[in-house]
């Protein structure tokens, strides 16, 4: 990918350059993506407002190793899985030391099932508002394991394809294949009683 | 399971919505299309719209020499370098009476009220935490007998009266620490970064000149604490500011909700051990208002600031507005001392902040 195809690059390569109106740039370009793949991740907007800023500032310790041999999305797509996963150290770090964590990141990969059976236990008798629908899909994403979850929101939000969500991820082909393919069932189970009522 | 089985991935992971026709309406494709589509539902966030503005901030004030490049342009990033030596310039420059030298120390007086005054306003934590706090409407925690404060800092009903309300009987008066007034003081309409004109510059470096070399001295600890805050605090620390800054008459009741705020933090931090405050100040937010619930829920309150224990439960204030039946059971009508007893065991226990620190007060607040 060259530079002149990826307009990110280009203000990357100017920050690298030492060009504070370039880092300006980017960070508007891309903060709205990143907190919205934050706030999904770890279903709380301040946190992910946190972590959007977390990823600029590592950014931009980081211009000066900047290559734009592979597309920008990728290269800040990697910082931001890297800081997401710090987050889940911190908060087994906080749970060692008796910290409560409160949000939905680090729960993971339990209670779909719960979710599946509380769902048919308030199952809509009704088309379900967008907000309803927001909400137990969110519930739903929160239940995801971490990995599935950054892979989902990679794929749905930044459209990346599987060799890029396996780059940002550090992960081979197959095994982002099989992430998805095991959150999308997953959040199938636990939504089905909803799309039975009206989901679509 | 395999990845390759995926049936909405189609070219790529959000190649999803295109099941081929045909397909029957109980084909497992068609469940994952809908799936894939109600993540539809879920909202694009707004950031906020200051984000650029403090994270372009946090960058140039958060970057240190040692991080750069060596060999890399210095001129073209204006705030970068001025951004890496500020603080440094601070304590090498000014501190060797470097104070005339022009573009190593500018950033750091373009934050000096902010340099001068971070500790306070590291200890009061960030706009949400105070915000938090105002909103539980905690009343401010005192040691038995007298304040708990650090020497000098209290106002208002501070010595040894026994009674939250001070010897008139009246509602207790909070005691704003006196680090905080200073800052409050210090910052009220004080520019701050890269929009502080020359004039204040050169008042400011005129200020650090005159100052003796103890104090410079002392300057350049805070810039280096400034330096060291993580990237966070440093953030709310700035926003922080930022608002004492700007907060003219027209923001002086949400001033002051901040300031109540502040002297409950403040005063809950004095009845901790000393050796562990700067534990607790390094909380983040979530942690601190944990560790304030935990403490209030040994002590029933309800959110009755004013209310006077020499009425005891059931009580009332002169004024009327008393919540007598909210009243704190520990209290003795005639707000005597209460029983020092351990506190109730179970949730309400309180969490060391530091392993192996004891974070139990050793005495019970005397207002509630």
Not at chain 1, 53 to 76: D, H, M
Not at chain 2, 215 to 231: I, M, N, P, T, V
């Amino acid at each position: 990918m060259t530079p002149s195809t990826d307009p990110s690059a280009d203000l990357m390569l100017r920050v690298r350059a030492d060009d504070a109106e370039a880092f300006e740039e980017l960070v508007a370009l891309w903060q709205g993506r990143l907190v919205t793949l934050f706030l999904h991740h770890t279903g709380d907007h301040s946190t992910a407002e946190d972590l959007a800023q977390e990823v600029f500032l590592r950014v931009y310790r980081a211009r000066g190793t900047y290559k734009p041999t592979a597309r920008f999305s990728t290269w800040i797509h990697t910082i931001a899985n890297n800081v997401a996963s710090d987050l889940k150290q911190r908060a087994y770090r906080r749970l060692e030391k008796g910290v409560p964590v409160s949000a939905s990141a680090s729960q993971g990969e339990i209670g779909l099932d719960q979710l599946a059976v509380a769902a048919s236990g308030q199952r809509p008798a009704r088309q379900m508002d967008r907000s309803e629908l927001q909400d137990v899909v969110q519930e739903a994403i929160a239940r995801l394991g971490d990995n599935q979850r950054m892979a989902l929101l990679l794929a749905k939000f930044e459209h990346c394809s599987y060799e890029e969500i396996a780059a940002a991820m550090g992960l081979t082909v197959p095994a982002v294949k099989s992430l998805l393919f095991r959150a999308r069932d997953q959040l199938r189970t636990a939504l089905a009683p909803y799309e039975r009522e009206g989901l679509r | 399971m395999s990845g390759d089985h995926d049936p909405t991935a189609g070219d790529g992971p959000g190649a999803g919505p295109t099941a081929p026709a045909g397909n029957r309406a109980d084909d497992p494709a068609l469940d994952l299309e809908s799936v894939w589509g109600a993540l539809d539902s879920l909202p694009r966030a707004v950031a906020s719209p200051a984000l650029t503005a403090t994270t372009v901030e946090m960058a140039a004030v958060g970057v240190r020499t040692g991080g750069e490049m060596p060999g890399r342009g210095r001129a073209t990033l204006g705030w970068t370098l001025p951004g890496l030596a500020i603080l440094g310039g601070l304590v090498a420059g000014l501190l060797l009476g470097r104070g005339s030298a022009p573009d190593p120390d500018q950033r750091a007086l373009e934050y000096l009220p902010v340099i001068r005054h971070v500790g306070a306003l590291r200890e009061a934590g960030s706009m949400e935490f105070l915000a938090e706090v105002a909103k539980r409407d905690y009343p401010v925690p005192r040691r038995f007998g007298m304040f708990g404060g650090r020497p000098g800092e209290a106002r208002g009903g501070e010595g040894t009266d026994e009674t939250p309300g001070g010897s008139d009987g009246g509602a207790a008066e909070i005691p704003v620490p006196a680090e905080w007034e200073a800052a409050v003081t210090a910052l009220a309409g004080e520019p701050l970064g890269k929009e502080t004109p020359a004039d204040v510059l050169a008042r400011r470096r005129g200020d650090v000149e005159a100052l003796p070399d103890d104090a410079r001295r002392e300057l350049s600890d805070r810039a280096s604490e400034f330096l060291g805050l993580s990237e966070v605090a440093r953030h709310d620390v700035l926003e922080l500011a930022r608002f004492l800054a700007a907060s003219g008459d027209g923001r002086a009741a949400e001033r002051e909700r901040l300031e109540n705020a502040v002297a409950v933090w403040h005063q809950y931090l004095a009845l901790r051990d000393p050796a562990e405050r700067d534990d607790v100040v390094d909380l983040s937010k979530e942690e601190r208002l944990e560790s304030l619930a935990r403490f209030y829920a040994r002590f029933p309150f309800r959110g009755q600031r004013d209310w006077d224990p020499r009425r005891g439960p059931g009580g009332s204030r002169p004024d009327g507005a008393g919540r007598g039946s909210e009243g704190n059971p520990r209290g003795t009508p005639d707000g005597g001392p209460r029983s020092p007893g351990p506190p109730p065991a179970g949730p309400g226990g309180f969490r060391p902040a530091a392993p192996g620190g004891e974070d139990r007060p050793r005495t019970p607040p005397a207002a509630y």
